[in-house]
């Protein structure tokens, strides 16, 4: 059964530091894996990763994907509170049948504290 | 571009009323999707369309019904709701990029459904 891990499940910082959420994946036929930021509605798109090794990044976010150990980082340096929100890390697998559909983790809740 | 719009926003029902959750894009995807998210599970898939005229379950379908009205619309239906189906639903739309790759997702507002 494919699945997708996120963790930790929750995370407390304050202003000014640096996390890493983790999402770890178990799919047949890995095709791409996406992360999401959902604040108060609706989840909305961050980055997309197919290869291993290359980081997206955006500002103060970034991302990477290791094909090999089938697990990918997401880290944010100097955060701020708005920042503050789920992460959703989601896959699509071979088995998606060419359909897009993507399996997502539990999410992890990151409070910046001020 | 409105995007991906939904309705309702919030409603409440008792155990074995039924209702229909609508959900209309406007950016000419082929592919459209039914979530439902609970607290601590992250999103589940309940069904899905990948083009119009198909539709197809999800991880949860089990008390939902959906209909492709169209290749912009897409609703979902409840026919005997009870208290477990409480949730918030999310509607999403997307299309294949190169290779055949999914694109991002969009995603509506979200509806929240109690039922009691």
């Known amino acids: 059964e494919d699945k997708v891990v996120q963790s930790p499940l929750s995370l407390v910082v304050h202003e000014g530091d640096t996390v890493t959420l983790n999402c770890s994946y178990e799919?047949?036929?890995?095709?791409?894996l996406l992360w999401y930021k959902q604040e108060k509605k609706a989840p909305t798109f961050l980055f997309m990763l197919?290869?291993?090794?290359i980081e997206k990044k955006s500002g103060r976010l970034s991302s990477i994907l290791d094909k090999k150990e089938l697990f990918s980082i997401l880290n944010i340096t100097a955060t701020q509170t708005g920042d503050s929100a789920v992460y959703l890390c989601a896959v699509e697998a071979e088995s998606s049948s060419n359909t897009g559909k993507l399996i997502f983790g539990q999410g992890t809740t990151l409070q910046v504290k001020p | 571009n409105a995007g991906v719009t939904q309705t309702p926003k919030f409603q409440v029902l008792k155990t074995g009323q039924s209702m229909t959750l609508q959900c209309a894009q406007d950016?000419?995807?082929?592919?459209m999707y039914w979530y439902r998210q609970d607290p601590g599970m992250g999103l589940r898939l309940i069904y899905y369309?990948?083009?119009?005229?198909?539709?197809d379950k999800g991880e949860v379908p089990n008390g939902y019904n959906v209909s492709r009205l169209n290749k912009r619309e897409f609703s979902l239906r409840l026919e005997s709701a009870a208290p477990s189906q409480t949730s918030v639903y999310f509607c999403a739309s997307s299309d294949k990029g190169f290779w055949g790759l999914a694109y991002e997702q969009y995603f509506g507002p979200g509806t929240r459904l109690t039922v009691t």
């Open positions: 197919t290869s291993s090794g």
């Open positions: 799919v047949t036929n890995f095709r791409s």
């Open positions: 369309s990948a083009s119009e005229g198909t539709t």
């Open positions: 950016m000419n995807h082929n592919s």
